[in-house]
């Protein structure tokens, strides 16, 4: 795995994960999706998530532990100001007593279908972190700002935004980022027949 700093207030970075070659995801993406039920978060029409009641799921949370705990571990150390865990002085202690134990990770295998697109937001703030890796070469990746743009054009066009950084789309990358108050990011609207994504989060 390789990550790469690409912005440093908000923190975010790449992610290149070539050992993910060795999942079998079409089998895994040939599970049943469903919508997600999202609380009191407006989510669109047109975004199905994997079931997590499979061996494939469970398989493919264990492929990714290690990769969550290296991402994790990366954002942290770029922003100790927001998430000041100073009296950790192994990270590693922590992760396991905060993170691990406490079962505060998700994976979520994600379709979105075209014409769907999620307006600029701030993701809850008991998330730590966010990222998407991508299972094919996708069209249509992520965008971060540090402003709320609103969603003048429905995800078309950003003309009026000034955009930070635009995510990984190639197959096996992706981009993660720690959640701060300037963390904005929106997908805009997608443009192929279906998007196909890991998305994860680390809880506190």
Known sequence: MKLTEVNADPAIIDIDIPE????????????????????????????????HDHSLHTILCEVL?????????KLWEM??????????SDFEDFYKKNILERQ???????????????????????????GSINIQDNETSTCFSKENYHWLNGGT?????EIIYKGRATKFSG?????????????????EDQRKTILFNVFL
Request: net charge negative; proline share 4%.
């Open 20 to 51: 993910l070659e060795s999942f079998d995801f079409g089998s895994y993406f040939n599970l049943d999706a469903s919508r997600s039920e999202y609380g009191t978060l407006i989510v669109a029409q047109g975004r199905e998530t994997i079931t």
């Open 65 to 73: 532990a290690d990769p969550i705990y290296q991402i994790t571990k």
């Open 79 to 88: 922003d100790k100001t927001r998430y000041p865990l100073f009296k950790f």
């Open 104 to 130: 505060l990770t998700g994976i979520l295998g994600t379709i979105d279908h075209r014409e769907w697109s999620q307006p600029w937001h701030l993701d809850n703030r008991f998330i730590m972190i966010s």
């Open 157 to 161: 066009s950003f003309d009026h935004c």
């Open 175 to 191: 981009t993660a980022w720690i959640n701060t108050e300037h963390t904005w990011h929106s997908v805009p609207r997608i443009t």
